[in-house]
C-alpha cells in the first residue's frame, strides 16, 4: 500500500489521465447503453407503471428461462420487427438481455425509433435469476 501511495504521489499527472479515462470511458458507455435499472426496479415498473418488457435474447437462450409476459424479438431481427412494440410507444419499455451488454444496442435502436422511455435490465437475465426472480421455462 505505501509503494502504491508513493507512486500515486510522485505521478500525479498520470493518475489524474487514468481516472478521467475511466470516467469517460463509463460515461461513454452509460450514453450508449441508456438508462439501466435493477431487477427490483424492473419488477416495479412492470407492477406499477405496466411495463413492457422485451427479450432480445436468442430462441435458444430464450427457452432456458424468461420473464413473465415478455415479449421476445431476438437482436438479430429488431430492425425489421420494431413495430410490432408501436403500440407500447409511450409506455416503460424494459429491454433484457443475457448479462445486460447487448441490451445498449437495443435501447438505442428503440430510442430513434420514438419509443420515449425505455430502460434496459441491469445484470440481463443473469441478475435476474441470480436474484430468484419468477421466471417462464420451455414447456411449463
Not at 487514468?18 to 435493477?38: F, I, P
Not at 437462450?61 to 420487427?81: M, Q
Amino acid at each position: 500500500m505505501e509503494q502504491f501511495i508513493e507512486f500515486a504521489t510522485n505521478n500525479l499527472v498520470l493518475i489524474a489521465a487514468w481516472v478521467a479515462t475511466l470516467a469517460l470511458l463509463l460515461w461513454t458507455e452509460g450514453q450508449k447503453g441508456g438508462h439501466a435499472v435493477s431487477p427490483a426496479i424492473a419488477t416495479q415498473m412492470i407492477n406499477k407503471e405496466d411495463a413492457v418488457v422485451v427479450d432480445i435474447r436468442t430462441k435458444k437462450e430464450w427457452d432456458t428461462g424468461h420473464i413473465t409476459g415478455a415479449k421476445h424479438i431476438p437482436l438479430a431481427d429488431l430492425a425489421r420487427r420494431i413495430e410490432e412494440l408501436n403500440k407500447y410507444k409511450t409506455k416503460p419499455i424494459i429491454v433484457v438481455c443475457n448479462i445486460g451488454q447487448t441490451a445498449g444496442s437495443a435501447s438505442k435502436q428503440l430510442k430513434e425509433a420514438g419509443f420515449e422511455n425505455v430502460s434496459r435490465l441491469q445484470g440481463g437475465i443473469t441478475e435476474w435469476k441470480g436474484q430468484n426472480l419468477p421466471i417462464i421455462k420451455k414447456g411449463k
